[in-house]
């Protein structure tokens, strides 16, 4: 709670949290160094001025990735309509419009053809959620043209501006144009991959992704000597790891909250999947 209130301006008072929070000074600066280490995963930052209080410095993108997440940690997906300050920071809106934008997306993407996890499916309409919220108050995301003409190429992109004037044309919300990026972004780092033409276009993307099935084989090799692996697997694999590098590539850090939670229940038994490892 700490984390929503330092990103709802651009500077907080101390007071202001400790009086919204209800604890004192001394036991709100006790917090600070653990809000600092979770900033550290997103490559943010959290500064002190006189007179003026405490801010989180960094990239709009990755301080989006963070409440994300930071929202995640506390509420367990599926997402539910809670009236705590997260929610109210970040994701206030009038619950039948949350229910629309929700249908939408889901008949969308089953128009689409295309295949996303549950989890974020569910996840994606929060993005866009907070999107329309992050505009709102004037914090927008700058994209280099190389990085607008390779999301431009890309599937999500064509995906998102569809989705953007469906939305529109309903009177359901209003994503900004620019923000096309971000969510065309997040949405290239969910969907499931199953062509190879499909991800070789990102060559950097697409060559992390070879590396990474060539040092499981190599495991597996040291390992299980007497294994092999047919081609095909090879390419399942390749698509399998594909999103996952996607999302370490722009430091999209998403925690399993159920896996968390069903691992500290099972700690001898505890499953161990690439999804989680990565």
């Known amino acids: 709670q700490t984390l929503s209130l330092l990103f709802q301006e651009s500077w907080v008072k101390t007071e202001d949290i400790s009086n919204c929070l209800f604890i004192d000074k001394r036991t709100l600066n006790k917090t600070f160094q653990d809000v600092r280490d979770v900033l550290k995963h997103y490559h943010l930052s959290l500064i002190s001025k006189p007179y ?32 705590d ?8 809106i009038d619950s039948m419009k949350l229910i629309e934008i929700r249908n939408i997306w889901l008949t969308f993407m089953r128009e689409q053809d295309c295949m996303i996890k ?12 907070l999107s329309y919220h992050r505009f709102k108050k004037g914090y927008t995301i700058e994209f280099s043209q190389t990085e607008k003409d390779e999301i431009e190429a890309s599937r999500s992109y064509r995906m998102i501006k569809s989705l953007r004037l469906q939305l529109h044309e309903a009177g359901v919300i209003a ?3 620019s923000e096309i990026y971000y969510l065309s972004t997040v949405l290239f780092c969910y969907l499931d991959v199953h062509h190879s ?8 993307l697409y060559y992390k992704s070879k590396e990474c099935v060539q040092d499981i084989l190599q495991f597996f090799k040291h390992h299980y000597p007497t294994l092999s692996f047919p081609p095909e697997f090879l390419d399942t694999l390749l698509f399998a790891l594909f999103p996952m590098v996607a999302r370490m590539h722009y430091y999209l850090y998403e925690e399993n909250t159920w896996l968390r939670n069903w691992r500290f ?3 001898s038994t505890s499953p161990v999947t690439l999804e989680w490892a990565f």
Request: proline share 2%.
């Open 265 to 267: 229940k099972n700690i």
């Open 197 to 204: 033409d499909e991800i070789e276009r990102y060559s950097y």
């Open 52 to 83: 003026y209080g405490f801010s989180v410095q960094g990239d709009e993108l990755q301080k989006r990735f963070c409440i994300m997440n930071l929202y995640a940690h506390y509420h367990h997906i599926p997402f539910l309509i809670k009236k």
């Open 118 to 129: 549950d989890i974020h499916i569910e996840k994606f309409v929060y993005h866009i959620l």
């Open 175 to 177: 994503i900004d144009e």
């Open 85 to 92: 300050l997260i929610y109210q920071n970040f994701f206030a």
